[in-house]
């Protein structure tokens, strides 16, 4: 018998940035960015993650997303399993942006599902 490899989750991180971000004075909304690029750097380098690709609409949406939708960036990535899904939305939690953590500024759901194969 042949192991046959898992195939990787596909992963949609979605991204929202909070009233707390935009209640800061502008000399400290630096620190929260480098903050997001660490978080961005930290899910592209775990361990068997693809990122496949991004998507920012912060030019068509100004403001917080209260609701859940729609989000203010996505990250879609090939991820080989739920540690690995949890361990890139844990940045949120384990970043630092000052005394806080990155979540007091940001929050994120990831939706985990299978590659949808369009048809030849």
Same mark, same amino acid.
């Given at each position: 018998?042949?192991?046959?490899?898992?195939?990787? &989750?596909?992963?949609?991180? #979605?991204?929202?940035?909070?009233?707390?971000?935009?209640?800061?004075?502008?000399?400290?909304?630096?620190?929260?960015?480098?903050?997001?690029?660490?978080?961005?750097?930290?899910?592209?380098?775990?361990?068997?993650?693809?990122? &496949?690709?991004?998507?920012? @609409?912060?030019?068509?949406?100004?403001?917080?997303?209260?609701?859940?939708?729609?989000?203010?960036?996505?990250?879609?990535?090939?991820?080989? @399993?739920?540690?690995?899904?949890?361990?890139? #939305?844990?940045?949120?939690?384990?970043?630092?942006?000052?005394?806080?953590?990155?979540?007091?500024?940001?929050?994120?759901?990831?939706?985990?599902?299978?590659? &949808?194969?369009?048809?030849?």
């Amino acid at each position: 018998m042949t192991d046959t490899p898992a195939k990787p &989750l596909r992963v949609l991180f #979605c991204a929202a940035v909070l009233q707390n971000f935009f209640d800061l004075p502008a000399t400290e909304i630096g620190k929260v960015w480098a903050a997001t690029g660490e978080m961005l750097k930290g899910i592209r380098d775990l361990p068997g993650v693809t990122v &496949l690709g991004t998507l920012d @609409d912060d030019e068509t949406m100004v403001g917080t997303s209260p609701n859940g939708w729609p989000w203010t960036f996505y990250v879609m990535a090939d991820v080989p @399993d739920r540690a690995t899904v949890v361990a890139a #939305c844990n940045l949120f939690r384990t970043i630092k942006v000052g005394e806080y953590r990155l979540w007091k500024y940001m929050r994120v759901e990831a939706r985990v599902g299978r590659e &949808l194969v369009i048809p030849a």
